[in-house]
């Protein structure tokens, strides 16, 4: 049952040497084998490349030469960080095949810490969606309810923390798609500060947008992978020299007199009743530990979903170009008449419906017609989201308030209305434009057994903050043990 144990507990486990890395590694290899074909979670199993990294660590355990804290322990990558050798397909046709020369900053740091790789994990389709139903090899299945959506596009990601698969695993975030599935299968997930992790080698989405985090059964799991995975990258020109904190010594600082901050905006009439309910029940523990509450403001938060899917497509049409059958991309099948007719056959037959939906929609506000109405005038309303969470910042120390509108929703409920898809995002996105890190923690269950998650966003670079407070609840409460296997 060593699958059951957190990154924490498994580390700690592993320098007392009561387990060995390759014992470890068995039983969540063994549960992998009995969940994955029915959740699909990954979508490349690299088991054979796990079992000779975990005799690696054994043989750096027998020595004491530990890599890290994170030496020896399973972890998982969403598939749209490159693998050097190893298949990335960022969930999309048009990419099957593909097998980088190179890894992404953020999985070769992990590598040389010692990561014990067991997979490349499900999403959207170049992380274009919320449900990992755009996924064009198949839906990922919430371990709590099968016939639920395990959120996206880090859903496959969320899935494997929580299905036992592994003790962690790395997802992105855009507009929530690391917060929103970690709430929707009950584990903790961070989006950082935009520039915090390197992105270079990650399959971009929206540049100016897209984050790369942790995702774990605990916060204290979150912070000893913050401190492999952060920090500048002369690849990643905006990563910012600012020095990485020993987040796990951070982890216990008092919280009498902390100001949370209580957005009038994110407590709608839209939100469901008992999510409402369970989110002001873990306010009243934070009162209980000294905090204290204030409502607050966040005006421009209205208009975050609309800006985003103008700023974030246009982005991503730009990102995609690259896609073209002939840099990179399948061959499209069949003869082709010029290269107008090349592009036009890969994209059509490489590319699946949501992002052909996204880059039309990019392409149409970036034209010369619509620039000034649309994506200029998104940039600017953006600035006044990011003001917004500034001046709530002078007043309060962190800002609290629910992940999603609900619990995670059976799997095609949204298939016929996309709009709806898209306002799930509403409580993540406008964090996201403000380029701010944000928390998500299991904070308790409704009437059906699924998780619901608490939201904690903090300023710039304030990941030790965030980190710390949701780790005080999770010494009080116990929503992040539960398991859903």
């Given amino acids: ?20 890395p390759s014992e470890l590694l068995n039983d969540n290899l063994e549960r992998l084998k009995n969940v994955n074909t029915e959740l699909n979670i990954y979508l490349t199993e690299t088991a054979e490349i796990a079992k000779n990294q975990a005799s690696e660590a054994d043989l750096r355990q027998e020595k004491g030469n530990f890599l890290s804290l994170l030496d020896g322990i399973p972890g998982a990558l969403k598939d749209i960080v490159n693998t050097k050798g190893i298949r990335s397909t960022s969930a999309s046709k048009i990419l099957e095949n593909f097998i980088p020369p190179y890894n992404a900053t953020v999985a070769q740091k992990l590598f040389d810490a010692g990561l014990v790789l067991t997979g490349k994990t499900n999403t959207d389709e170049f992380a274009c969606g919320g449900t990992t139903e755009f996924s064009a090899f198949g839906v990922t299945k919430n371990p709590w309810d099968k016939e639920r959506v395990a959120g996206g596009s880090s859903g496959g990601s969320a899935a494997a923390v929580a299905s036992r698969t592994c003790q962690y695993a790395i997802g992105t975030d855009t507009g929530g798609s690391i917060r929103q599935p970690a709430s929707f299968c009950g584990i903790s997930g961070l989006k950082v500060t935009y520039g915090r ?30 401190e492999v995975i952060a920090g500048t990258d002369i690849n990643d020109s905006t990563t ?4 990485v904190p020993k987040y796990t010594e951070l982890l216990n600082q008092d919280l009498k007199g902390l100001k949370i901050g209580i957005p009038r905006e994110y407590f709608t009439e839209k939100l469901d009743d008992e999510n409402r309910q ?67 056959k890969t994209r059509n037959q490489g ?31 953006r600035t006044l989201i990011k003001q917004d969470f500034e001046n709530a910042f002078k007043d309060v120390d962190v ?77 009080m409460t116990d929503w992040h043990k539960k398991s859903a296997i």
Avoid: W
């Fill in 1 to 20: 049952m060593l699958e059951n144990l957190t990154l924490k507990e498994a580390s700690d486990g592993l320098r007392a040497k009561k387990i060995k």
């Fill in 197 to 226: 992790v390197s992105r270079s080698g990650v399959t971009a989405m929206a540049s100016s947008l897209d984050t790369v985090g942790p995702m774990a059964r605990t916060v204290e799991d979150l912070a000893m992978v913050m």
């Fill in 240 to 243: 910012p020299k600012i020095d």
């Fill in 278 to 344: 369970i989110i002001q029940n873990a306010l009243k523990e934070y009162e209980k530990m000294g905090a204290v509450l204030k409502e607050i403001n966040l005006p421009a938060t209205k208009y975050a979903v609309a800006i985003y899917y103008i700023i974030s497509p246009a982005e991503l049409s730009a990102n995609l170009a690259r896609f073209d059958g002939i840099r990179y991309g399948l061959k499209p099948e069949g003869n082709v008449d010029d290269i107008a007719d090349q592009y036009y």
């Fill in 351 to 381: 590319f699946g419906p949501e992002v052909k939906r996204r880059i039309l929609t990019g392409n149409y506000v970036l034209s010369a017609g619509y620039f000034d109405a649309y994506y200029k005038k998104a940039l600017k309303i």
């Fill in 399 to 475: 800002i609290m308030c629910p992940v999603t509108l609900s619990s995670a929703y059976k799997i095609g409920a949204k298939n016929d209305d996309v709009l709806s898809m898209y306002l799930e995002d509403a409580f993540t996105i406008p964090a996201s434009m403000a380029g701010v890190p944000s928390l998500s923690i299991p904070c308790g269950f409704n009437s059906e057994n699924l998780p619901i998650g608490l939201q904690i966003i903090g300023p710039q670079f304030s990941e030790d903050k965030i980190l710390n407070i949701g780790h005080q609840f999770q010494l």
